[in-house]
């Protein structure tokens, strides 16, 4: 091999795997080495294979919450992950390794600190997750996305380096985006609950989806999830069997291209997943934000409700989501453009558009 390459590590949803892949984006760019260490079985195999990257399997799944026959499971396939994963530090020598935590970053770190080898690690969330709080402590460095999140950590080599973005939040205008959609230059809503979307958020927004097309002449782009887009149209055409000749709905189950979406919006309803929270903020957008309640670590909520504190965002919770709810909060910031452009206004304030190069040239360092 030519040179030492950089061990990226980081799966199981996409809050893990986006960001380990805009750094090994970045760094391939830099003409470095890497390689990805992933579980073959989760969404992380697809995107990092379909980018032609090199990627080394672990056989890893998330710890059990209760000590049976299971848990003792874990611990031999978590033992075997870690051997492996030594492995891999022995036949590559790599720089450094970089993980965004979950479990699937765990076998190498743990590899990693028996072998003396130098980590760095960046966590997505307000209060950062297990595995980035045990190993936090023995990381030549931790970048973090929210500043609530130090509180949690103990290191002193700790940075709020925001989440990994792409470029294009910086230079697509909202003129562009739209044009790009084929939409008009108006008042534009979108709705996403994720790539696998979100039956509360679907539900609601079939509902509405006719009286703020009609009686606001709002344009919506609709994200309804791969899983619920047939689900949805069914709904759909029961309520309003003429929708497909209503030039206001763009309805898709998954848009490929996200930063063009959210750069043609001025109000998103979303699940508070820290990257979408990321991408909302560089966006500019004002957001209706309806926490997955049953998150890991409850984190999507305490993302949630910081945004609320920083005047960025509009709290619903998930058991309370139902078309008229979520028609309330719309229709609040559809008169109130003064409170429209404040939500705006703060959330723009709390993006952070080099979060890729600091993570970088941190990383390098180490």
């Known amino acids: ?30 003409n470095e080495e890497i390689f990805y260490i992933g579980n073959p079985k989760n969404l992380e195999y697809d995107i990092v ?38 492995g891999y530090i022995v036949k590559y020598k790599p720089k450094a390794i970089f993980g965004t935590g979950g479990y699937v970053s765990a076998p190498i770190m743990i ?42 950590i103990n290191n002193k080599n700790c940075y709020v380096n925001g989440n990994p973005i792409r ?24 709705v996403m609950g994720g790539s696998q979307g979100a039956r509360t ?32 149209i069914e709904q759909l055409i029961r309520i309003y069997p003429d929708y497909e000749l209503d030039n206001n709905l763009l309805i898709k189950p998954y848009f490929e291209d996200m930063v063009t979406i959210l750069k043609a919006s001025d109000i998103a309803v979303s699940r508070a ?26 984190h999507q ?8 504190e920083q005047g960025a965002s509009i709290y619903l919770e998930d058991s309370e989501t139902n078309e008229h ?9 559809v008169k109130d453009p003064t409170k429209l452009k404040e939500l705006q206004t703060n959330a723009l304030k709390l993006a952070k558009f080099d979060g890729v190069n600091k993570i970088i040239e941190q990383l390098k360092n180490i």
């Open 301 to 308: 909520r305490k993302n949630a409700k910081f945004m609320v």
């Open 111 to 152: 590899a990693a600190r028996f072998m003396k080898k130098p980590y760095m690690m960046h966590d997505c969330d307000a209060q950062p997750g297990l595995v980035t709080r045990k190993f936090a402590p023995h990381a030549s460095i931790v970048s973090l996305a929210f500043d609530s999140a130090c509180n949690f």
């Open 1 to 30: 091999m030519s040179k030492q390459p950089y061990f990226i590590t980081g799966g199981g949803t996409g809050g893990h795997i986006y960001p380990a892949v805009a750094v090994a984006d970045e760094l391939i760019k830099n």
């Open 167 to 190: 470029p294009l939040f910086k230079t697509l205008s909202k003129e562009e985006a739209r044009k790009n959609l084929g939409l008009q230059d108006k008042l534009t809503l979108c």
């Open 49 to 86: 294979t379909a980018k032609g990257y090199k990627f080394l399997p672990v056989n890893v799944h998330g710890m059990p919450r209760s000590f049976n026959f299971e848990f003792v499971k874990w611990m031999f396939q978590l033992l075997f992950a870690v051997i492996k994963s030594a």
């Open 273 to 298: 997943g820290s990257l979408s929270i990321s991408e909302i903020e560089a966006a500019g957008l004002a957001s209706i934000l309806i926490p997955y309640p049953h998150a890991a670590a409850d």
């Open 325 to 333: 709810s979520l028609s309330e909060k719309v229709e609040m910031l």
């Open 201 to 232: 958020i679907n539900d609601a927004t079939v509902e509405i989806l006719k009286k703020f097309s009609k009686d606001f002449d709002i344009q919506i782009i609709f994200q309804t999830g791969k899983k619920n887009f047939d689900r949805v």
